[in-house]
Structures are given as structure tokens and as C-alpha cells.
């Protein structure tokens, strides 16, 4: 029985990155052996095992053999002659098929090392195609390297577009889907992750509503960079410079969807796109099972993003029913990732990239003078008691915040 480290950990290792969890592959073991040895089994499909100690995850070698479609349709042998280097063939990229022994020791069988040092993603070998989600994970490893240099090897390329023609994109279940989105949202670079989709022909399986924009265009005083697509994809990046919080990057993937469904004959401009994007929204939420939270921010910022620019063209009771639309008296976080999404609409945009955004903090001196007014001292100044009813005093409250925020933005109530 031998025991190697392999996958990420050995992989980032090697790029000088610390953190990562550690995985092991045992050979020449059966699961009889690893369970006498103090190992929990935890592992439904092939055994994987609990270190007594340590907790890590340790799986016995393995080959596997397609059986039908998706990424669950596979037969697994992890019978105690397999070798470390069946094992490791079975891996998507040569990156992910590096082991290290007790030693420290490396053993690299498909090139793994070097494609580090080259920057390069390349598959391990044909297998790849028998498993339809790494053509998800491929995206999400250029999420996460492409900003140290990594790109997509040609070959691994043509065959993320050949398993792509092939329909088996369609056999994945919505909770992996997201899970590697969810993955690449919290990467670096999460618009990499979405334009390696577009490149294999993906994106339009997976995300029809975001593959239909590009080619969309808008007018060009407003976005030099004309493309719909283009223009979400440059957003992307600026929401990853704001903010790390996916829930800020998914709302602002999703803002401008309603721009791929308005008449063309209004081209370039989408009137009522703000509108027209919940809709869609709603859908992708619901065939991927996006996280509520997800959803409704993103509806929001699709909504009321055009309101969020023109904050200094807006009237005080106009910017009071913007704050009531975005819950913002209960879920301050909610405003927050609002306003860092409608700024990463507005940089995102060729020439606009580092330019000011006082819309948001605009707002924001407005919600401070809103959340001034003091409730429970207004309450005492209505009229007796039975005519404190919930339409007076709501309207009440709406009337001294209002003020507030007139006093405090420099307009008429």
C-alpha cells in the first residue's frame, strides 16, 4: 500500500500558491485494509476515505469506463492493481495529474509540470470527452489562472467544442452547473470562465440568455464598446475588482439580459430593458437553482439600475420609493451590493473604467438622512391615538423621510 499526494494541492504547490486542500490517492489497497486501518468510508460510487486523524480525503486508485451520458454514467475498478498512473490518466488536465510521494518526490507521467511552467490547460487524454462537466471546470481553472498567464491548450479546446456539438452538455444537472459557476464567480477572473463557454459553444447551452447579447448592439455615446456582450463581460470585471461577493457578480452578469430580447427595431437603443431582464432572470434562477439571495439582488439591479445612474436627477419622494423597492430600511447589505453592482455597469465600459461613480455614495448620504428620522418620537407627535392608523402612519413616516432626504440632498420635498 502506497500512499501520494495528487491534484490540487500538488498543483498549487508548484505555482506558490499555500493554501489548498490536500487530496490522496491510495494504491494497492482494498477497502477492507483502509477500514481496519482506522479510515471512514464516506465515498457512495467508488471508495473515498476519512483520514482518522487528519480528515483528508483519501481514494483508492482508480480507472473508470463510460457507461452512459452525463457525468454520472461511468463504471468504476479500483481494484488494488491499478496503478498510480491509470489512476492519474483518468484526471481532466495534465495540471490536476501530478502526484508527490512520502518523499516528496514528483511523479509527472503526462507532462503536467511542464504545462505549469508553460501556462498551459491541456487534457490528460481522449477520456476527456466521455465527462461533460469539464468543459465547466476547464472555464473555471481559466477563471481562476488566466490572470497568471494561463491559457486554454487548441487541442483541449477542439474537444471541449466536439463534446459541446455532442449534446452531452445537456445531461448535466443544474446543481453541478451552478456549482462550477458559483466557483468561477468567486475566482479572480470570473469573466474568463464565461468566454471560455462562449468559445467552445457552450455559453449558449448553458446560458442562452447571456450567449444572446453578443452581437447586440447599443448606442455608442454611451458605450464605445457597442457590444452587449462585450459590455457585460467588461462589467464582470469591474464587479470583481469592487467587490468579492458573488452575489454582487451574478447581479451584474444578469443586468442587461433584457437587452437580448427588445425589439430590434429600436436598435441600439432597449427600451424597458430594466423590466424586460427580470423576466429572464427569474428563468435562469430557476433552471440552475440560484440561491435566492442571488436572485434578488439581481432582479433589483436589473430593475433599477438606470435609477442608481440618474441619482442626482431624482426627487427626494422619487428616491424614497427607490429605497423601498430595494428594502433598504431592513437589508442595508442589500443597498450595498445594489450600488457596487450598478458601478461595475458603469466602468464597464470602454474609457469608463476608472472614471468616478458619486452616484453611489450620492445614495447613500440619502439613505443616512432617511434613516435619521426618528420613528418612535414621530409617533408621538400624530394626532390621538385612534387616528394612528397603519395608512397615517406609514404616510407619516414616508412624509419626515422624505424631508430628510430633500434637506439632505439640497431639492424640494
Excluded at 4 to 13: E, H, I, Q, S
Excluded at 15 to 31: E, N, P, Y
Excluded at 175 to 182: A, F, I, K, L
Excluded at 235 to 247: D, F, G, H, Y
Aim: hydrophobic residues 40%.
Amino acid at each position: 500500500m502506497k500512499t501520494y499526494l495528487v491534484g490540487g494541492a500538488v498543483r498549487d504547490r508548484l505555482l506558490g500558491f499555500d493554501k489548498s486542500d490536500r487530496d490522496w490517492v491510495v494504491v494497492g489497497a482494498t477497502v477492507e485494509q483502509m477500514l481496519e486501518a482506522g479510515f471512514t468510508q464516506v465515498g457512495r460510487d467508488f471508495p473515498v476515505f476519512l483520514h482518522p486523524q487528519t480528515k483528508e480525503e483519501h481514494a483508492l486508485a482508480r480507472t473508470e469506463r463510460k457507461t452512459g451520458p452525463g457525468y454520472t454514467g461511468f463504471a468504476f475498478n479500483a481494484d488494488p492493481s491499478v496503478t498510480l498512473e491509470e489512476d492519474l490518466q483518468r484526471r481532466d488536465l495534465t495540471i490536476n495529474a501530478i502526484a508527490q510521494d512520502s518523499e516528496g518526490n514528483l511523479v509527472d507521467p503526462y507532462g503536467g509540470v511542464k504545462d505549469i511552467e508553460d501556462r498551459v490547460l491541456r487534457h490528460v487524454s481522449e477520456a476527456f470527452t466521455e465527462d461533460p462537466l469539464r468543459v465547466l471546470r476547464v472555464a473555471r481553472f481559466m477563471a481562476r489562472f488566466a490572470p497568471i498567464g494561463f491559457r486554454i491548450a487548441e487541442e483541449t479546446m477542439t474537444l471541449m467544442r466536439q463534446l459541446t456539438d455532442s449534446g452531452e452538455l445537456q445531461h448535466l444537472v443544474a446543481e453541478r452547473v451552478w456549482q462550477e459557476m458559483d466557483k468561477a464567480l468567486r475566482s479572480v477572473a470570473p469573466a474568463e470562465f464565461f468566454r471560455s463557454l462562449r468559445d467552445c459553444g457552450a455559453l449558449h447551452i448553458i446560458l442562452p440568455e447571456v450567449d444572446n447579447l453578443f452581437g447586440v448592439p447599443q448606442p455608442p455615446l454611451h458605450h464605445p464598446e457597442i457590444d452587449t456582450g462585450v459590455h457585460v463581460m467588461m462589467c464582470l470585471e469591474q464587479a470583481a475588482q469592487l467587490s468579492e461577493e458573488p452575489v454582487v457578480r451574478f447581479a451584474t452578469l444578469m443586468h442587461d439580459l433584457g437587452k437580448g430580447v427588445t425589439p430590434k427595431d429600436n436598435w441600439p437603443h432597449h427600451y424597458g430593458h430594466e423590466q424586460l431582464g427580470v423576466a429572464l432572470i427569474d428563468a435562469v434562477c430557476a433552471r440552475l437553482r440560484v440561491p435566492k439571495k442571488h436572485q434578488q439582488v439581481a432582479r433589483l439591479v436589473s430593475k433599477f439600475h438606470t435609477h442608481c445612474h440618474r441619482a442626482m436627477e431624482l426627487r427626494a419622494d422619487t428616491m424614497l420609493r427607490l429605497f423601498e423597492s430595494l428594502d433598504a430600511f431592513r437589508r442595508p447589505e442589500q443597498v450595498a451590493q445594489f450600488l457596487l453592482a450598478c458601478e461595475a455597469d458603469s466602468r464597464g465600459r470602454t474609457g469608463f473604467e476608472d472614471k468616478e461613480y458619486p452616484q453611489a455614495d450620492f445614495l447613500r448620504g440619502a439613505l443616512v438622512a432617511a434613516n435619521s428620522v426618528d420613528i418612535a418620537e414621530l409617533l408621538k407627535d400624530l394626532a390621538p391615538s385612534e387616528e394612528k392608523g397603519p395608512e397615517k402612519i406609514k404616510a407619516a413616516i414616508a412624509q419626515a423621510r422624505t424631508e430628510a432626504i430633500a434637506k439632505a440632498i439640497g431639492k424640494a420635498a
